[in-house]
């Protein structure tokens, strides 16, 4: 008696513990924060970015749509490191996201961290308050960044992304610059889990 009496205590946390984990359903909305500077010219914009995240495309593609904003200042020329900014300017922006290529896996195959080769094109429409680019208080932006990404298998979840590439302003006049951003994205919830 006693010994059935033990196992019909001890089945139901045998049982529970053979049950495989469930997962999320994948993240249908996000955000991004980071920040983004430019090179070249005399005064140089950097900013901080701020956008919301919707993925696009089949789930095979990961690929994230944003819609966001750069709050920031001009930079003088990197030679002067003491009180050289002017000025303040925002950006809205518009900007894809997609991997290009899968460049190594980390963890364990229920639950992935990827590096990743990724694009990551970007419109904007700027205004300037006491601007001194020669594009005028309004200008265009666009860039098409390259770079790479860490981090899990869903397409919106934790990611911190490196990115790199040519930008151009376009107002009065026309200029080419090189663009780098730092990123983190993750979804409104938080780190996507299994459930215990």
């Given at each position: ?62 690929g994230v ?113 090189l663009q ?17």
């Amino acid at each position: 008696m006693t010994r059935i009496l033990l196992a019909v205590l001890a089945l139901p946390s045998i049982v529970a513990a053979q049950e495989l984990p469930t997962y999320a359903a994948p993240a249908r909305r996000g955000f991004s924060i980071g920040v983004t500077g430019f090179t070249g010219g005399i005064w140089q914009p950097s900013g901080v970015d701020v956008a919301v995240l919707r993925p696009f495309g089949a789930p095979a593609s990961h690929g994230v749509v944003s819609l966001g904003a750069r709050l920031g200042s001009f930079v003088q020329d990197q030679a002067v490191l003491i009180g050289g900014s002017k000025g303040f300017f925002v950006t809205a922006l518009l900007g894809v996201r997609r991997p290009i290529a899968n460049l190594a896996m980390v963890g364990t195959d229920r639950d992935p961290n990827w590096v990743r080769l990724v694009a990551a094109p970007e419109l904007g429409v700027s205004a300037g308050i006491d601007s001194p680019l020669p594009q005028g208080s309004y200008w265009g932006t666009g860039a098409l960044l390259v770079g790479l990404s860490f981090g899990s298998d869903q397409r919106i979840d934790e990611n911190f992304a490196i990115l790199v590439g040519p930008a151009g302003f376009v107002g009065r006049t026309a200029s080419a610059h090189l663009q780098v951003s730092l990123r983190y994205q993750t979804t409104f919830s938080g780190r996507r889990r299994p459930q215990e």
